[in-house]
């Protein structure tokens, strides 16, 4: 068996930065509601058409810099993302096409905000078997095109940024490992946060009643969304720590999902520790989905948070609803 490790890391956002105060002039919402119930202060919004592969390109690219290989050393392709550019074929192609690597391997995984870790985890087995070397990992959202922006969609409009992060997943051949990684979820509650339509099973699979119905947008029941993600973060971290024997002293950094500050600040306080040793950048991003965990582990990495044998667990919880973990030693 190999080991595997994350060798480099990349992101990419849009330039365009809509704060709490431009989304006072679209709906009925204010600057102090989104800051006190989310954290959130500004996020990115893509300003022309750019679909999920062509945000995720220049993260690819830092990416693979960043891990000292070479676009040719690619020999997988994830991508985690619930807003393709079209329902098929999925974004992995159309990124595997700008990255100019045909006849490479590419695969879409929709489990919403797990999405990253669920690819982590693909990757890690790949690797460990010996059947792959260099697998770039991608977590990509372009959601503003797809929000309610009017009053009745405020409760999930101002929640979602659109961005991107890659990490290429590699043989280790030192200290550094994906040491595990946990996988779980429960349909039954897969309607409390989901978009209907386009409907698979009706014809025509979109309509203009569907779309007056507002069927198109995500909804949201925030309660039972947050209810169970305050219980389901601490328990995917109990799982990893408990996998590596790990006490919470022997964890450097603990980097969730950016769903909500209150739900971190609750993390934090189940597992008896202070928001320096659980990230957020929440208020500049807003929830990216897939894209939020490589995108604090990014910051993270760039504020000197995560450094060379650190120990950090990501935690991820969403719809489906599905959550995941993963312990790293860096
Ligand atoms: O990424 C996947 C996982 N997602 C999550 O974990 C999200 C979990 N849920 C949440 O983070 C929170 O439930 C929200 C941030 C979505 C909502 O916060 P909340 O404290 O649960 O608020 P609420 O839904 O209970 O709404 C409170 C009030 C309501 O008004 P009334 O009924 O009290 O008069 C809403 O209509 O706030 C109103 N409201 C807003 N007001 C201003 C809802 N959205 C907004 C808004 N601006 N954007």
Redesign the pocket.
Known sequence: MYRSRIAGIGANVPENVVTNYD?EKM????NE??VE??GIRERRWVTQPTGAAELAFPACLEAIGDAGVEKKDIDFIIVATITPEHPMPGTSSFLQTLLELPGVPTLDIRV??SGFVYGLSIADQYIRTGRYKNILLVGVEVQSVGLNLTTEG??????FGDGAGAVVVSRSDDSSEILSTHLGGDGRYAKE?WCEAPIGYKSPRISKEMIDQGKHYPK?N??Q??KH?VTIFPKVVYTAMRAQNWTIEDVDLVVP?Q??I??IEALAKKLGVGLDKVYSNIHKYG?T?AA?IPLALYDALKEGKIKKGSNVILAA???GFTWASAAIRW
């Open positions: 989304l709906m009925d919402t204010s509601w989104i119930r989310t919403q905000c405020r409760d999930v409009a101002v929640l946060l949201m925030g309660r969304v947050f993600a999902h769903a909500n209150r739900i929830n989905t939020s919880f969403g719809s």
